[in-house]
């Protein structure tokens, strides 16, 4: 739909969704209500999956890579500290104002995309030359493009070991502490901890990837985060755990950004929107596979999900290897459908 009629209008169109969502879940009555509206921010939103389109559409090609860096730094940093300022509001002002807040929040986004965000100027048309023949961009168009269905399936894997190791934390903290307080309270802050190093990581790495082969970085940061996984199987204490999974987040964090600034420069200018929202798509199904994976391997051994995320790092390795091409280091290349 934004590829069809404007990335700004669907921008506000979102916006105006979780405004008004957000502030009728400060009305909700029962868990129904509550789960009704939650399906609703699901289907409607998609602000998140939305944003790399946003940020990318008038940028010069050889910024893109520091526009998608900063914008997920951005989003994970949030991520990070937005669970806390949400504690601190709802215990000083209330769960439901708590909504409300969000909900005005929301509308304090939506006028300024209605009043600060420029939409790429539509061509003109002339009447002596016929409209261009636009291309449909279904997803197998989508996923024919060069490179595309690697980079697809890295969002998805990288995503999956970094949710995994959400339920595995906090059990790991508490194989190795005795106090159940104290476990949770260090759980707390290897995994807030970590999400400041990956935010760290995009930034840098957005910044990086202008300057080196992006091929051969995406390559090294997958080689460090397998062999960071194979030492982090082997952590013996709780000091060993931060300082291992900190070093994980920092070394193999800018993963996605590599990944979104690649694949960048192999979609079309006409399919920007439905192309990242596809990838984003692959991103966020990772994200649901990603604890239910690591669960399963816990209820194995609870090591098992490092040495899993070591095999997954290795085959994402030899896969970027095999398959991505390094003619996709050329920033200005045209791209079209095969």
């Known amino acids: 739909m934004a590829d069809r009629y404007g990335l700004k209008i669907m921008a506000v169109r979102i916006s105006l969704?979780?405004?008004?969502?957000?502030?009728?879940?400060?009305?909700?009555?029962?868990?129904?209500?509550l789960f009704?509206?939650?399906?609703?921010?699901?289907?409607?939103?998609g602000f998140n999956t939305f944003s790399i389109s946003l940020v990318t559409q008038l940028c010069p090609q050889e910024k893109v890579g520091r526009a998608i860096g900063t914008l997920q730094a951005t989003q994970i940093f949030s991520a990070a500290v937005g669970p806390f300022f949400g504690g601190v509001l709802a215990g000083w002002?209330?769960?439901?104002?708590?909504?409300?807040?969000?909900?005005?929040?929301?509308?304090?986004?939506?006028i300024l995309f209605l009043v600060l965000y420029k939409d790429k100027p539509l061509p003109l048309k002339s009447s002596d030359s016929p409209a261009p023949r636009k291309q449909h961009h279904s997803f197998r168009n989508l996923m024919s493009l060069p490179n595309f269905t690697v980079l697809a399936i890295l969002l998805f894997v990288i995503t999956t070991v970094d949710r995994g190791f959400g339920p595995?934390?906090?059990?790991?903290?508490?194989k190795l502490t005795s106090n159940a307080e104290q476990a949770a309270r260090k759980a707390g802050i290897i995994i807030s901890l970590a999400a400041f190093g990956e935010s760290f990581s995009a930034w840098y790495s957005g910044r990086r990837i202008s300057k080196v082969s992006p091929k051969q970085f995406l390559l090294f940061r997958l080689a460090q985060g397998g062999l960071v996984s194979l030492v982090l199987s082997f952590a013996g204490t709780v000091s060993?755990?931060?300082?291992?999974?900190?070093?994980?987040?920092?070394?193999?964090?800018?993963?996605?950004?590599?990944?979104?600034?690649?694949?960048s420069r192999v979609i079309p200018e006409s399919d920007r929107a439905a192309a990242f929202g596809l990838l984003s798509s692959f991103a966020m199904l990772g994200g649901a596979a990603g604890p239910l994976l690591g669960g399963l391997l816990t209820s194995i051994d609870i090591r098992m999900v490092f040495v899993a995320n070591t095999v997954f790092y290795g085959l994402l390795s030899g896969l970027v290897f095999k398959y991505i091409s390094t003619g996709i280091d050329q920033?200005?290349?045209?791209?079209t459908y095969p």
């Open 168 to 174: 595995v934390i906090p059990l790991f903290v508490m």
């Open 331 to 335: 920033i200005n290349r045209p791209v």
């Open 17 to 33: 969704v979780l405004f008004l969502i957000w502030f009728f879940t400060g009305f909700a009555q029962n868990v129904y209500h």
């Open 93 to 110: 002002i209330g769960i439901r104002r708590t909504f409300l807040a969000t909900s005005f929040m929301c509308l304090l986004s939506l």
């Open 36 to 45: 009704f509206l939650r399906i609703l921010l699901g289907i409607f939103g």
């Open 240 to 263: 060993q755990l931060l300082w291992l999974r900190l070093l994980l987040a920092l070394l193999a964090g800018g993963t996605l950004t590599i990944a979104y600034t690649l694949a």
